[in-house]
């Protein structure tokens, strides 16, 4: 309690001298003081001790005990004692201040566990012993005594009985805030300056508490509309969390007031039809329109659509003469996994707007649940993310709308620290709870949390405590499992009714008035339900501004086509040299100037270029031609396996340089940036930076194929069906090392299998190339074709360094283009002699290609498959064509019960069919079916992989 910070304040004048004399006789013989001047030392830390002796001269040191004693050459001067009542007085008055700034600084620590936060009024706040005046040796007697703070809570003096009364509703009353935690002091003050006094109470005229108003009769209209002609729908309402719109208004009102031009909310179920029509103005009569079941998309639009709850949609507002673009995101039922997808779109917007340096323009808003934000590891993935260079949006507001329940949980078993809000605190976002039931308290955070985020560039914490009228939906019965809650909840009036019964109190808006403005928006929501009944939805806005000119996919035709992925040789080799070239006087590593020698030979050459290579002449035409790089992942900047070296790092000074940013002047910019330890939050984020540009290459890269399986919500819920259910696409390219080279379970696949299984209706694209020259032409289709389709490629690891997988600088050049089966290479028998067809994907090819030729065989083709979907037909037919009289295998790696083998197993057989007109089913060659993805025994895996590439050649 006796902080450094308490002691600095009392400090002053007098006070210093008198203490300083004191501290000097207690060090010497602790009897001598007053006993509450003798616990007040004994109590005080090194740091506060450090400023007495300061104050005491330079000639005072520590004790060895841990006190301090002056040295036995030079004791310290006394002063000439003061007559005994001028002492005593003294004493009294430094007393006072010390402990009444202690207990000052406790409040702001500790307030908040005393405030009056649960409307319910369940969950009492139970007496904290540091916010009780006796703890410090206050008495009755001591509380209308003047008491000389300095200035603080904005008094010189003021009685015991003032601070008190100062405090209780600065930090106990319908407001507890947590912002102690933070270490910027200059946060802490604008925090402190903006809390103490309590001036929610004064913050609103007439108006502005008629707008609250009108926001909760429109919040709770909707829903009781809903509730009269949906009774038996799942809606997941806001019934008991109204003040939630208010607060978003609120936020966004005040976003716009600082310049922000652009907002992105996501949010989960409770709440987000209230959200949907009342704040991002979707048409009720649209909404009403999707109860009744009709189509939410226009006939010229697929897709399977969503339920109800799951759908956004985006608007144009003005607010005060500003103009806002509001977004609201769809989202599954995965509750947070929104989270870093909105984050990630608002870093696109903001870099798209060239606000790179302060990120204020576009603005973050998340809605939460209390046990979600608790409970889902992918909020604090999205938390932690949130001051990284490569991930930082100026600050996300985040509002949780506490219902103090999760589903039937309750808080004891839904997360382990005092507040569902407490994970926040690892990023030291300062945290506001308040009583849901208290609007303009509600209101006045929303604005102090929106300006926090403008001033500060940081996430901020909202948390309305609240409840939740109804269950977990409209048609559960919460009452089996929360008797208590429920019997309190069905007597409460509702957040509006209180208010409008203030309101009325207060003679700002009489009774009449109020129930007026709730009859005029039953009204309007009455006409809007007649005419959701011949409801027709105007076109869909997902293919428009930034998605212009790009298409759906149609014909299946579509699925084969070449596209323009074919550059230039001049335009290539500039690429090469700038690879090759660092700035002088920049000390390179010894072992990468020998790889940028072999890229420049291999450049000048035009033979040998390696997948690195490759990948870069990819990233650095597309900035020749106006498109941004976007690539983030683990380790990303050097590479796994110390193949990409994209940033080169100064072995001196430890500077940075980026070659693929100095080609040429006007080119655009290459970011590559190294992310936290995280799939899920990053994958998200990378995804949702790839549906706000659909003119920048995005790529996330794996540590390791196998960890993508660490974000597989985002894979399954969005990067494969988004577009099917919410017609939003994406061009994001995610690369995932694999391949089966003895490093165990963990680090061979990356489940080809899993990709493949969610394939339909084109929805993405799965890949497994097997040459340099295809995987530059499939990275530049990514922006070449004039649509969108996620790309998940199974990208190699030892065939980075492998002497056979290279490809010409003619095959990156004129003429050239993406393959999508590599038919076979060698020259070997004349086809109708060739006995087997072995047919594969990825590095496999290359060892079954050594083993043919060490052994001289030349009537076994090899055929490579190098999109894996949209699966190839024509490609492939005309491939196996000429081979009539040969038998077909599928070769892999991987066990028969992974890889591609059961989804290429009826694909073949039909492409066979149409050879010959006859069944023809593909044999099996591979790995024994298999509970753990590889052997972890170096052995055991060379027998297999000899195995298995001895019986494909038929051996």
């Known amino acids: 309690?006796?902080?450094?910070?308490?002691?600095?304040?009392?400090?002053?004048?007098?006070?210093?001298?008198?203490?300083?004399?004191?501290?000097?006789?207690?060090?010497?013989?602790?009897?001598?003081?007053?006993?509450s001047f003798a616990a007040l030392f004994e109590a005080l830390n090194d740091d506060a001790r450090a400023i007495l002796t300061d104050a005491m001269g330079?000639?005072?040191?520590?004790?060895?005990?841990?006190?301090?004693?002056?040295?036995?050459?030079?004791?310290?001067?006394?002063?000439?004692?003061?007559?005994?009542?001028?002492?005593e007085a003294q004493r009294q008055a430094v007393v006072d201040s010390i402990r009444a700034l202690m207990l000052i600084r406790s409040y702001r620590v500790r307030g908040h566990l005393e405030a009056r936060l649960d409307p319910l009024g369940l969950q009492q706040p139970k007496p904290h012993p540091e916010l009780d005046p006796a703890t410090y040796g206050f008495t009755e007697a001591d509380y209308d005594r003047p008491i000389y703070i300095d200035g603080v809570l904005g008094r010189e003096t003021a009685t015991l009985?003032?601070?008190?009364?100062?405090?209780r509703a600065s930090y106990c009353g319908p407001i507890g805030v947590e912002f102690m935690h933070i270490q910027d002091p200059e946060q802490k003050s604008w925090i402190q300056q903006r809390i103490e006094g309590a001036p929610w109470t004064r913050a609103f005229d007439a108006a502005a508490k008629r707008g609250i108003l009108q926001h909760l009769t429109e919040a709770e209209g909707f829903?009781?509309?809903?509730?009269?002609?949906?009774?038996?729908?799942?809606?997941?309402?806001?019934?008991?969390g109204e003040s939630t719109i208010p607060a978003l208004e609120e936020v966004i009102a005040q976003a716009a007031r600082d310049g922000v031009s652009e907002i992105a909310i996501g949010m989960a179920h409770r709440g987000r039809l209230n959200v949907l029509v009342n704040v991002v103005r979707k048409p009720f009569a649209q909404v009403f329109s999707e109860f009744a079941g009709v189509s939410t998309n226009p006939d010229d639009v697929q897709g399977s659509g969503?339920?109800?709850?799951?759908?956004?949609?985006?608007?144009?507002i003005e607010i005060e003469g500003r103009k806002v673009h509001l977004s609201l995101q769809p989202n599954p039922s995965h509750l947070e996994a929104v989270d870093p997808v909105v984050v990630g779109k608002v870093r696109a917007r903001q870099d798209m707007a060239g606000d790179t340096r302060t990120r204020r323009s576009v603005m973050a808003v998340l809605l939460h649940g209390d046990a979600a934000f608790a409970g889902q590891g992918v909020v604090y993935e999205t938390l932690a993310m949130s001051q990284l260079i490569g991930y930082r949006t100026g600050g996300t507001v985040h509002i949780v709308t506490n219902n103090q329940i999760g589903f039937t949980t309750v808080p004891a078993h839904a997360y382990s620290g005092l507040y569902s809000t407490d994970v926040a605190k690892s990023v030291q976002a300062p945290i506001l709870h308040v009583n849901g039931d208290d609007p303009e308290a509600v209101v006045f955070c929303a604005r102090l949390a929106a300006e926090f985020r403008h001033r500060f560039a940081t996430d901020v914490v909202l948390d309305i405590v609240c409840y939740r009228r109804h269950g977990h939906n409209e048609s559960d019965e919460p009452a089996f499992t929360q008797p208590i809650m429920y019997a309190r909840i069905r007597e409460m009036p509702t957040t509006r009714t209180l208010y409008a019964e203030r309101l009325a109190r207060e003679g700002v808006v009489p009774a009449e008035e109020s129930q007026a403005m709730l009859d005029a928006f039953t009204a309007e929501l009455e006409r809007a339900y007649q005419a959701a009944q011949g409801f027709?939805?105007?076109?869909?806005?997902?293919?428009?501004?930034?998605?212009?000119?790009?298409?759906?996919?149609?014909?299946?035709?579509?699925?084969?086509?070449?596209?323009?992925?074919?550059?230039?040789l001049a335009a290539l080799r500039e690429v090469g040299a700038a690879l090759t070239r660092v700035p002088e006087g920049f000390n390179v590593n010894p072992k990468i100037a020998r790889q940028l020698e072999a890229k420049r030979a291999a450049i000048e050459a035009g033979e040998g270029i390696d997948w690195a290579t490759a990948e870069a002449l990819a990233f650095g035409t597309l900035l020749l031609e106006g498109h941004r790089?976007?690539?983030?992942?683990?380790?990303?900047?050097?590479?796994?396996?110390?193949?990409?070296?994209?940033?080169?790092?100064?072995?001196?000074?430890?500077?940075?340089?980026?070659?693929?940013?100095?080609?040429?002047?006007?080119?655009?910019?290459?970011?590559?940036?190294?992310?936290?330890?995280?799939?899920?939050?990053?994958?998200?984020?990378?995804y949702g930076y790839s549906l706000a540009d659909p003119h920048t290459l995005v790529l996330w890269e794996a540590q390791f194929g196998d960890f993508a399986n660490g974000a597989q919500v985002?894979?399954?819920?969005?990067?494969a069906s988004a577009e099917t259910k919410w017609l939003r696409m994406s061009g994001l390219v995610m690369l995932l090392p694999h391949g089966y080279e003895g490093q165990g379970p963990e680090h061979s696949s990356a489940r080809l299998e899993r990709y493949l299984q969610l394939c339909a209706e084109r929805n993405m694209r799965v890949c497994n190339f097997s040459t340099p020259a295809n995987y530059f032409h499939g990275l530049r289709r990514q922006l070449k074709a004039n649509y969108r389709k996620p790309l998940v490629l199974m990208t190699p690891k030892s065939l980075l360094r492998h002497k056979l997988a290279v490809s010409s600088l003619a095959e990156f050049g004129p003429g050239s283009a993406f393959r999508y089966v590599i038919p076979e290479t060698d020259a070997l028998v004349p086809e109708e002699q060739v006995r087997r067809v072995v047919l594969c994907t990825g590095k496999v090819y290359y060892d079954l290609l050594a083993e043919r030729r060490e052994r001289g065989i030349r009537d076994v083709a090899l055929i490579r498959v190098e999109q894996l979907y949209p699966f190839p037909v024509n490609s492939l037919r005309a491939a196996l064509a000429p081979y009539r009289n040969a038998e077909v295998v599928w070769c892999q790696e991987e066990p028969e019960n992974m890889g591609a083998w059961t989804y290429m197993d009826r694909r073949l057989e039909r492409v066979l069919q149409t050879l010959d007109g006859t069944a023809k089913r593909p044999r099996y060659v591979g790995r024994e079916e298999a509970a753990s993805p590889a052997t972890g025994l170096a052995k055991v895996h060379q027998e297999q992989q000899q195995a298995l590439v001895r019986e494909a050649l038929g051996l």
């Open 306 to 316: 969503d339920v109800k709850y799951h759908l956004g949609t985006s608007t144009d």
């Open 58 to 87: 330079a000639s005072w040191a520590p004790r060895p005990r841990g006190g301090f004693a002056p040295e036995p050459e030079a004791p310290v001067a006394r002063k000439a004692a003061a007559p005994e009542e001028a002492v």
């Open 161 to 167: 009985r003032e601070i008190m009364a100062i405090l």
């Open 536 to 568: 027709k939805p105007n076109k869909a806005d997902w293919l428009e501004g930034h998605w212009t000119g790009l298409k759906a996919v149609g014909s299946a035709e579509e699925v084969e086509r070449l596209h323009g992925t074919a550059v230039d």
């Open 1 to 35: 309690m006796a902080g450094v910070d308490i002691l600095a304040s009392a400090m002053t004048g007098a006070n210093a001298a008198f203490l300083a004399d004191l501290y000097a006789r207690w060090v010497e013989n602790p009897d001598s003081v007053d006993p």
């Open 223 to 240: 829903e009781a509309f809903c509730a009269r002609k949906y009774a038996t729908t799942k809606r997941f309402g806001l019934e008991g």
């Open 714 to 719: 985002i894979i399954d819920q969005f990067v």
């Open 629 to 686: 790089v976007r690539l983030s992942g683990e380790d990303v900047q050097r590479g796994t396996f110390s193949q990409r070296h994209a940033v080169l790092i100064d072995q001196v000074t430890q500077a940075e340089y980026v070659p693929l940013n100095n080609i040429r002047e006007g080119q655009k910019r290459f970011e590559c940036f190294n992310s936290l330890l995280s799939e899920f939050g990053v994958l998200g984020f990378e």
